[in-house]
């Protein structure tokens, strides 16, 4: 990592609890701007529930979390962050509601549904939809895509209001191999060409190492924070990867 660049995440003995034992425990560790972190571990590692502490969604029971410079109990610039949760297409599937609205929705400001759309709103979708390949979509049923399709429509609503920090859950997950290397390959381009910072949940350490820079393996707490490839050379070695 580069010296230089500026912190974007803090985090300090962070502890998260779902009421017996710690999910997450004593966590420290810094992430820089520019940095595309894989977040690796077995199941029930906390992964998740650290990009929900990121998110906003969860508050941390111990420790604190800083992001770009603010402590995030008193954080207010959500705008400069895009989440994608793991399998969004539930939230959508059997309501009837296009490419278009679900990209769009990314653009609500303050919870509102009710939100009027400007024209720097439709803009934003009509740029995002073009460079996500998805104006063909645009007015196709969300319920109606591939999974790959879809995970390219919640990203393309995570990036409409061009964040600094993207958090992503698995985002291939329900995605075929093909259409998964397409995902990782967009991803890499996003975090090279925009500069955006990425913390992404994902199993597949030997794919993101193409496009992640460091890795960071929880089970509970940090078992390895540091370069992907060193992560991808000690795999062998250390059972937690993927246990």
Known sequence: MVSKMKTVIEIDKLGYSY????ILNDLSLKIEKGDFVAVIGPNGAGKSTLLRL?????????????IFGQD????????????????????HRAF????????????LSGG?????????????????????????????????LSGGQQQRVYLARAMVRNPQLLLLDEPATGVD??????????LGE?????????VMVSHDLELAVKVCKNALCLDHNICF?????????????HGYFYR
Request: charged share 25%; no cysteine; hydrophobic share 35%.
């Open 96 to 107: 009837p509601i296009s490419v278009r609205e679900v990209v769009s929705l990314g653009r």
């Open 54 to 66: 990121l998110a906003g969604i969860l508050k941390p029971m111990q420790g604190s979390i800083t």
């Open 190 to 198: 996003i975090n090279r060409q925009q500069g955006v910072t990425i």
């Open 177 to 186: 191999p093909d259409a998964k290397e397409e995902l990782y390959t967009m």
């Open 112 to 144: 509102s549904m009710f939100q009027h759309y400007s024209h720097e709103d439709r803009a934003a979708v009509d740029d995002i939809m073009e460079r996500f390949s998805l104006k063909a979509l645009s007015h196709r049923k969300i319920g109606e």
């Open 225 to 237: 924070w540091g370069d992907v490839h060193q992560a991808l050379v000690h795999r062998h070695k």
């Open 72 to 91: 995030r109990e008193k954080f207010t610039m959500w705008d400069k962050i895009g989440y994608v949760p793991q399998n969004p297409a539930r939230q």
């Open 19 to 22: 009421g017996e034992g710690w």
